[in-house]
């Protein structure tokens, strides 16, 4: 009698390292734990770990999520230098990681700064790497890492056609590039069939400043620092202060990522908490996806720099005013008034949204369905970790002999 042989599952390793990533994965996520030919294995490093940029552990858990391993590696400072530091920190410990888990794929996401850290520990090691949204254009250190990332991968998840145009123009075997949608358009998506704001955010999250009546409308603020513009940090944060507290609009702000110049940002909203009259603004530090997403569609329009703006909001149909270069490049939709770092701009583009009507839904980043997309694809995808393997079945053109260098015509000198 013959037994059964139980099938092995891949084991895909995801690593988390900031708060934005959570809700660019999540529903790839729930589509990878519940593939029967796949095992999930969650990382979490970095500003993922911090509540200053938004801890996600709390919020995988109450999503049901297991993390198999939590990696210290984020440097205090929020310089250039402590950038630098934070990746090498980073590449020794998921190393380690990587060794101790055995994954058959390591997940890298997007763009980060300290992402690079689990591409080249992964690729060191000889396990496939796949990236999810490459090929991308943007401002920012964003754009080296995102390019880096996707040239160390092995197989590539795009968002839109034109993402993976570019992909394929950097050498990438276009056999191994895969338009999937952004997995966090998915969300999105469920939230569309809800979109009430269905909760009171200063219960829910807390935060702090005062609580300003926003039944009758109300701003939501994101706001980055650019790490290419990093002595420009402060300036920049305080021309969108000046509109907002002169607009006197209820405003919800929230924190900004652990990059180079975030300190300054946060610095300067402390100033101005102190020093002039934001009674109407409140600040968080971290939503959940789905509240935040129901948050920013029942807003007047989203204020800042935050990839948000242009991937899920232009799929909610929100309005967004997009400030400076950081989005620079990015695919878009018809949502977005681009405008510089500049009080009386920022005003203006308020008045814009308040008198026009809201843009139609995009679906440039996706229909919502790429969490799925995403996980059959890491369960049938031909595994590899050498991009030669590209070539393996053609039969390679060389030339007829060994190039033979010429010797040297010029006479030797004689010496004294």
């Known amino acids: ?32 734990k519940k593939h029967s030919k796949l095992e999930l294995q969650i990382v979490l490093a970095g500003p993922a770990l911090l509540n200053k940029y938004g ?21 205090d400072g929020e310089n250039l230098t402590s950038m630098a530091k934070t990746v090498g920190v980073g590449l020794v410990e998921l190393s380690n990681v990587f060794f101790k888990l055995q994954p058959d794929m390591v997940v890298v996401i997007a763009d980060r700064f300290e992402t690079i850290s689990v591409s ?32 160390f991968a092995d197989i590539h998840l795009v968002c839109n056609t034109r993402a993976m145009e570019t992909v394929i123009k950097l050498g990438e075997d276009p056999g191994y590039v895969f338009n999937t949608g952004c997995p966090s358009i998915d969300l999105a998506r469920n939230v569309l069939k809800t979109p009430d704001l269905n909760f009171d955010p200063y219960k829910k999250y807390g935060g702090f400043g005062s609580k300003p009546n926003y039944l009758n409308g109300y701003l939501v603020v994101m706001q980055h620092s650019v790490t ?32 180079a110049g975030s300190d300054a940002v946060s610095q300067s909203i402390s100033y101005y908490r102190s020093h002039s009259d934001l009674s109407h603004v409140h600040f968080f530090d971290n939503m959940i996806p789905d509240d935040f997403l129901r948050l920013v569609y029942n807003s007047i329009c989203l204020i800042g720099n935050s990839s948000m703006g242009i991937r899920e909001c232009s799929y909610l149909g929100v309005p967004v005013i997009n400030i400076g270069s950081r989005q620079s490049g990015r695919e878009r ?3 977005l008034v681009d405008v510089d770092h500049d009080k009386q701009e920022i005003i203006n583009a308020v008045r814009f949204w308040q008198s026009n009507e809201r843009p139609k839904q995009s679906f440039v980043y996706g229909k919502g369905d790429a969490g799925k997309k995403m996980a059959d694809i890491l369960a049938t995808v031909k595994l590899r970790y050498s991009k030669i393997l590209q ?17 040297s015509t010029r006479k030797k000198h004689k010496t004294a």
């Open 1 to 32: 009698m013959k037994t059964s042989v139980p099938m092995t599952k891949r084991k895909i390793c995801v690593v988390i390292t900031a708060r934005p990533s959570y809700s660019r994965i999540k529903t790839t996520l729930q589509a990878i």
């Open 120 to 151: 080249i520990a992964a690729s060191y090691q000889n396990i496939p790497l796949v990236h999810i949204q490459g090929g991308e254009i943007t401002g920012s250190i964003d754009e080296k890492v995102r390019h880096a990332n996707t040239k």
């Open 391 to 407: 070539f393996q079945d053609e039969k390679p053109v060389y030339n007829s002999g060994p190039v033979r260098l010429k010797r």
């Open 333 to 335: 939709g018809c949502n």
């Open 228 to 259: 290419t513009e990093f002595g420009e940090a402060k300036f920049q944060v305080e021309e969108t202060l000046q509109a907002i507290k002169d607009i006197k609009m209820p405003t919800f702000w929230f924190s900004p990522n652990a990059d």
């Open 55 to 75: 801890n996600v552990d709390d919020i995988l858990h109450d999503d049901g999520f297991e993390v198999k391993e939590r990696v210290y590696t984020m440097l």
